[in-house]
């Protein structure tokens, strides 16, 4: 007996924790969302592109777009133009459309939209390595002087590239220093910072390279911000030349890399690029659908998501009937309420999702009451049991008939679903009840039916709850918790709440 115990106890674990690990590994890896009403940012990117086309001349426009693989999933993207042929290609490792026409008249506007999320997106795929020396440039006379002045305190406070960089960027932004402004030129543009940053350090021998950036806030407007980054043997840094800022923000989107213009234009003039960001919500579930609709990899690849809709709506019935089992098994085994069964209440439990439960109570009740009455009259002419039960589920069906015919008669739409109140449900209970009835009396009967009515209103209120249907469609693992809680429960043997009631009276006495 007690290798029987440790058999199912072993199993109950084994249960419990493949369950449990199926769940976390949908969590935490595959980033599943515990609710269906969790919703991720979707980051809307537009860029406006306005110029004055030449007459008679061909146009081509050539402007940097990021790249799709830069940390975030891209849900979409855009070019909009009116008889404008478009064309992307790579170049430098960056991304670049050109938009061409033959002709161009007047003022121009070419879109560009992106559309980003977060959610299922794969870390963004570092450069190849960057060169780690470069040549000096030749300075002469005063931007000499002031670059080796403002280069030796910084290699005197300074221990490795990371440390050079931050304390470079630091003297720049000191525009009190005369040698700062000599080599601005009275120019304190962020892009001419950034320049005499690059400078200094090119004297040093250390390369940098600038990066545009755009930041996914919820701005109307904004323009791209100057980043600068420098490979050191292992890693790229990236630095803000404002205020020395190390690290790429999460929420920056790298545009382009490079000292080239972001536009460039042929055949027109007056160029202009404007950009506006905007956040929108778009549930997590809806995402992955969309994304896979995409053939893009989700939590959706291989989970019944991945199943016909009508396919889903059928399998999200049949997936509760253990939620129900597992309810009417601790009901029988640990309050002690006695039903028709484990399966009966849990089947009436899905036929009142046809009539509702009111409706449904009131049927089950009216409907049954009918055919145990029909029943007891017909126990005074002494038939056998199985002519009784065919009578009594006639009268059933004449019943059932009858309350539908009323019911249109009356505009009431919920009493036609009765007509969908299974039948063999029916016929199940009315037998089963009469048997009892046969068996153990009709108090006793009577007891029976009201339990099994009671855990199958309970179980339909269970069955139909939105969020359980979610995780349990969601997280086929919580089945095998369920399964491990029914192993534990078979080998249950204490008392029951009903019994601790019944023989209070002893207690007390004994007291």
Known sequence: MRSVKLHARLLATTLLIVGIGSMAYQVLVQKVPLKESETDPVWVVDAQVSFTARPNQPLKARMFVPPLDSGFTALNES??????????????????????ARRGAGEETLYYRLMLTPRFAEPAPPPEGGPQFRPSPSLQGAERVAADALLAPIRQHSADIETFISETIKRVNNLENDNVRLLL???LR???????????LAVAHIPAEPV????????KSQQPELWLRTFNGQDWLYF???????????????????EK??????GGRGSRVSFSVHENEMSALQLAQSLKLQDRNTFIDFTFYELPVPTQQLL??????????LLVLLIRSLVGMETLGTFTPVLIALAFRETQVIWGVLLFTGITTVGLSVRSYLEHLKLQLLARLSVVLTFVVI????????SYKLGLSTGLSVALFPMVILTMVIERVSIVWEERGGPQSLKVAIGTLIAAVLCHFLMVWEQLIYLVFTFPGILLMLAAVMVVMGHYRGYRLMELLRFRAMTEEGN
């Open 79 to 100: 070019f909009i133009s009116n008889n404008y042929g478009v064309n992307v290609n790579r170049e430098n490792g960056n991304r670049l459309v050109t938009w061409s």
């Open 185 to 187: 030129g009275g120019d």
């Open 190 to 200: 962020p892009e001419n910072r950034a320049r005499v940053v690059d400078l200094l």
């Open 212 to 219: 545009h950036t755009l930041q996914l806030a919820d701005n």
């Open 240 to 258: 803000n030349p404002l205020d020395g800022r190390q690290g790429l923000p999460e929420d920056r989107l790298v545009w382009w890399s490079g």
């Open 261 to 266: 213009p972001l536009l460039t234009l042929e």
């Open 316 to 325: 999200k019935v049949l997936i509760m009937i253990p939620v129900g089992v």
């Open 399 to 406: 019943m059932m008939g009858v309350i539908t015919l009323l």
